[in-house]
């Protein structure tokens, strides 16, 4: 039997009474101790009157509207941990449920296994110490925290604020923002914060599979499944158990692959090809797109139950142009870590740093990452000056079309700048792959050249 003292307390909060019965039952068979409610009220005066070693909370109750129960719950309360459960995902209260320091959150249906083992590994990690992340506001700590995400611009404290909550969840995260926004740096930051970062950090990267080969290659296949498959061979998720599996370009899954994964992810099971026995695993999901899913799903695209699975929390990650002067602090980064060279150049003019700030970076990060390796292999001086930058940055443009031109310039200045958007941003999308760029375009390889040329857009400036 346990002795008194180790058996744990559990506050169980939910308005539903079949899940708030059936649910303190089962806890109580595992042997925890449970106080049951069915509103935020009477959990907030149980807390103040008893002790608990966690509260497992719905969302959507009474009392609950404006999240009272996480609010106060976590600022007199700190060190009980505290989960959410939930059968209504909404996205601004996910974010504001991680932005509080809650320990997870999980989505009905919960299979009262995976209920367990996460009441288990919160309780082993809380250990009675407070879950809400002392690098809260400390923008100092923060950027410390995070060396591998150069940032200092209040949008970008916000983002990495929520990564150190969201990597101490085991919760699925969907990540959107331009292209070269840093979507794959930051699930590596979560995985590496994560107590998953002793495990592999798997990247699926959606477009780089052909379609008639996704589940072979992600859910792995049996030998003799179909011609050529010689021997039994294991699938990216397979060599993913215990870590993160990180799905990029996510909104150019086809809709019968996406329905595959879903099923993998709601049942944290996958089956290979040609097998029939599921094998069970264990990882988070962490996925990016550069596309508005959304759009995508009032499209008939995209599924909302596979967003709203692997969605529960989701991250926008701001153009480099609304970082302010993270241009500045990533090019000074990437002028030292590209840096190989003697007599190469070691700073930027002022001039050059002011046309940092003023230039649109279509291709953000990794746009500026480009133009700052190329400028140093061609540069002869010490200090790198607005004649060394390739011709769009040497050429003073107004970036926002619309917002700063109109009404300053003449139409055909405005469809120019227009064009010229166009173009740069159709080169980041492809990587600077001219064919590719010139078939989105509905225009002949030659014709897009031509198009270039006018502009003095070099397709080599885009590609990594
Ligand atoms: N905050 C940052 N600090 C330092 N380097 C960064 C940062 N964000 C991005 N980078 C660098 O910029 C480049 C692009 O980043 P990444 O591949 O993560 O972008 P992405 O949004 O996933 O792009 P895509 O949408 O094309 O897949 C990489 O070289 C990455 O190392």
Known sequence: ???IDTI???????????????????????????????????????????????????????GNLKLELLQEGRDKWPDVPLVVVTGVPSLPTAIESVRLGIADYLLKPVKFNDLIACIQRVLERSGGTSQRSELRGDRNALSEAFPEVIAQSDSMLEVLEVIDRVALT???????????TGKEVVARAIHDRSSRGDYPFQVIDCTAIPENL???????????????????????LGRSQKGTVFFDELGELLL??????????????????????????DARFICATNRNLESEIMAGRFR???????????????????????????????????WVRDGGPTRFSAEVLERFREYDWPGNIRELRNVIERTITLTQRDQIEIEDLPKPLREKRPGRVVETVVGEVSREAALDNADYKYLTLLLTKFNGNVSLAAEQAGVSRQGIHKLLKKHGILAADFRE
């Open 1 to 3: 039997m346990q002795a």
């Open 8 to 62: 744990k307390r559990i506050l169980v909060a939910d308005d539903e009474p079949l899940f708030l019965i059936t649910t303190g039952e089962l806890l109580k068979k595992a042997g925890f101790e449970c106080r049951c409610v069915s509103d935020a009220k009477t959990a907030l005066k149980y807390l103040a009157e008893e002790r608990f070693d966690l509260i497992l909370s719905d969302l959507n109750m009474p």
């Open 170 to 180: 085991n919760t699925n995260v969907l990540i959107t923002g331009e292209s070269g």
């Open 214 to 236: 996704f589940e072979s290659i992600v859910f792995g296949h049996r030998k003799g499944s179909f011609t050529g498959a010689v021997a039994d061979q294991e699938g990216l």
């Open 256 to 281: 019968p692959l996406q329905a595959k994964l879903l099923r993998a992810v709601q049942e944290r099971a996958y089956t290979p090809v040609g097998a029939t026995t599921p094998i069970p695993f």
């Open 304 to 338: 909302r139950d596979l967003f709203y699975r692997l969605g529960v929390i989701h991250l926008e990650l701001p153009a480099l142009r609304e970082r302010g002067d993270d241009v500045i602090l990533l090019a000074h980064h990437f002028l030292k870590s590209l």
